[in-house]
């Protein structure tokens, strides 16, 4: 079955560490997303990207970092630059089009400890 | 620019009661409507979609919405609720140039027995 896929489902990060998320995606969607989520505040866009090797910042994606090297994977480096880094974080793929609707993974949720 | 209100961050009904999450957008163009479920501690899913065709838009379990242009309403209502539809419930717009979707706040639902 096509989905999305994200690893692991629970992190833990100690202060000043690096960590990267892991998106897998077996859709053939072109795009990919990366979403924050706190409490009472929605989604907020980390970064995105609609093609392989080209990626945009969104609207909160101080502290980040990522990579598109191949259609299927979107990884998420959490740096230590990222000073409130404990949230949900959800990855998305979609058709390239803004008509499209987009297909979730399940999240992982990042606690600094 | 784009932009999504839900009106109401907390909703409480019956089981067996209808359901009605409210939500207002702007857009300079035509946008695409999206409402998105989430369980807790868990990706979202697609309710359904609006993207210029009918008006009134069927979704799954039960749920539907109505595109109000006079209005720039697109609530979501569901006539009889179900335990199992408690949940966090994301109103979405889209359009023409914008890069990725935008998401309103979020409506927790709580059903009560």
């Known amino acids: 079955d096509g989905g999305i896929t994200q690893s692991p489902k629970y992190l833990f990060r100690k202060e000043g560490q690096n960590v990267t998320l892991s998106c897998e995606q077996n859709?053939?969607?072109?795009?990919m997303y990366w979403y924050r989520q706190d409490p009472g505040q929605g989604l907020r866009l980390i970064y995105y990207?609609?093609?392989?090797?080209?990626?945009q910042k969104g609207d909160i994606a101080e502290g980040y970092s990522v990579s598109r090297e191949k259609k299927e994977s979107f990884p998420l480096t959490v740096t230590s630059a990222q000073k409130n880094p404990t949230a949900f974080y959800l990855c998305?793929?979609?058709?390239?089009?803004?008509?499209?609707?987009?297909?979730f993974g399940s999240g992982t949720r990042l606690t600094v400890v | 620019a784009q932009s999504v209100t839900q009106l109401d961050s907390h909703v409480s009904v019956s089981e067996g009661t209808p359901v009605l999450l409210r939500c207002n957008y702007s857009?300079?163009?035509?946008?695409?409507l999206f409402w998105y479920v989430q369980h807790p501690n868990k990706g979202l899913q697609l309710l359904l979609k609006?993207?210029?065709?009918?008006?009134l838009v069927k979704g799954i379990n039960g749920f539907e919405a109505e595109f109000k242009k006079s209005e720039t309403s697109f609530h979501l209502t569901k006539p009889s609720a179900h335990m199992s539809d408690a949940a966090e419930y994301f109103c979405v717009v889209s359009g023409p140039g914008r890069r990725a979707l935008t998401f309103g706040s979020g409506t927790r639902l709580q059903v009560q027995p």
């Open positions: 859709l053939n969607h072109d795009a």
């Open positions: 609006y993207t210029s065709a009918a008006t």
């Open positions: 998305a793929s979609s058709f390239q089009g803004w008509e499209y609707g987009y297909t």
């Open positions: 990207s609609q093609i392989v090797n080209d990626f």
């Open positions: 857009s300079s163009y035509s946008p695409s």
